[in-house]
T-cell receptor
């Protein structure tokens, strides 16, 4: 059984640019959530995808968007990057109807200059 | 409001000590309470989890105590080791819904 994987590991962008982060969910997991973790803080929920549709969203602006594909993998897109978007972006997958446990990937460290 | 309050912010114990981390929640719709361990530059890893119908759960050196009426739960780490030095997050969720994290406790275990 493979775990949650994310790419890239690190990314450096400049203010105003756009970025796409990718996540492959754990085998058999049909729901993917994205979280933003600023330095020294706990992860904050961005949104969740189930059956290729957004299924819940946290307090993040519309320039944060996502996709889920038929194989349950997912993308997080952030437009018009701001300095405060610098953070560790975490993807978590869960199997609905299972243990309710969300398994996290290693994250993508995004730095906005 | 879906908050999870966690204390202390940081904790230093000697090897063999028993660090205790406390959390409190407000939303009674939460029905799943996991604890995550995170090392620098890594994603959170599930340590142990409990549901509100159980007052205590042990897995190895890790124990969760849960007080449903007080809406509080805590993590005890028995015989702590330097390798346990990490940031610990309590969390809460309702089924498959989003996980609400506490603010984290940075634990340092001194040899």
């Amino acid at each position: 059984e493979t775990g949650v994987t994310q790419s890239p590991t690190h990314l450096i962008k400049t203010r105003g640019q756009q970025v796409t982060l990718r996540c492959s969910s754990q085998s058999g997991h049909n729901t993917v959530s994205w979280y933003q973790q600023a330095l020294g803080q706990g992860p904050q929920f961005i949104f969740q995808y189930y059956r290729e549709e957004e299924n819940g969203r946290g307090n993040f602006p519309p320039r944060f968007s996502g996709l889920q594909f038929p194989n349950y993998s997912s993308e997080l897109n952030v437009n018009a990057l701001e300095l405060d978007d610098s953070a560790l972006y975490l993807c978590a997958s869960i199997e609905r109807g299972g243990t309710d446990t969300q398994y996290f990937g290693p994250g993508t460290r995004l730095t906005v200059l | 409001q879906q908050q999870v309050k966690q204390s202390p912010q940081s904790l230093i114990v000697q090897k063999g000590g028993i660090p205790i981390i406390n959390c409190a929640y407000e939303n009674t719709a939460f029905d799943y309470f996991p604890w995550y361990q995170q090392f620098p530059g890594k994603g959170p890893a599930l340590l142990i989890a409990i549901r509100p119908d159980v007052s205590e759960k042990k897995e190895g050196r890790f124990t969760i105590s849960f007080n449903k009426s007080a809406k509080q739960f805590s993590l005890h780490i028995m015989d702590s080791q330097p390798g346990d030095s990490a940031t610990y997050f309590c969390a809460a969720s309702g089924g498959y819904q989003k996980v609400t994290f506490g603010t984290g406790t940075k634990l340092q275990v001194i040899p």
